[in-house]
């Protein structure tokens, strides 16, 4: 497949096609590896959750609570009490 190089500003790139971008799974960002037979592009996935764990420990020791301590005191079990008919 030949395509063109095309100005970008001051810098270039190619135009690629409906079909690579969907058969190889390309869209946003993508990485650039540079090969002796030429450019790999590669898609850019991050794993879901990817640094949750670290951003709940920040979270922690800056003072906020674990969702399960912030909403123990939400519970309302007035109505089963009260309103509520067995």
């Given at each position: 497949?030949?395509?063109?190089?095309?100005?970008?500003?001051n810098?270039q790139?190619?135009?690629?096609?409906?079909?690579?971008?969907?058969?190889?799974?390309?869209?946003?960002?993508?990485?650039?590896?540079?090969?002796?037979?030429?450019?790999?592009?590669?898609?850019?996935?991050?794993?879901?959750?990817?640094?949750?764990?670290?951003?709940?420990?920040?979270?922690?020791?800056?003072?906020?609570?674990?969702?399960?301590?912030?909403?123990?005191?939400?519970?309302?079990?007035?109505?089963?009490?009260?309103?509520?008919?067995?």
């Amino acid at each position: 497949m030949h395509t063109r190089l095309i100005r970008v500003g001051n810098s270039q790139g190619i135009v690629l096609p409906k079909k690579l971008l969907q058969q190889y799974q390309l869209s946003g960002e993508v990485d650039l590896t540079p090969t002796p037979e030429g450019l790999l592009i590669t898609p850019i996935t991050t794993p879901h959750r990817q640094g949750w764990d670290e951003r709940f420990q920040q979270a922690i020791a800056g003072g906020q609570l674990p969702e399960s301590e912030v909403l123990e005191n939400l519970s309302d079990d007035s109505f089963e009490e009260s309103e509520w008919q067995w």
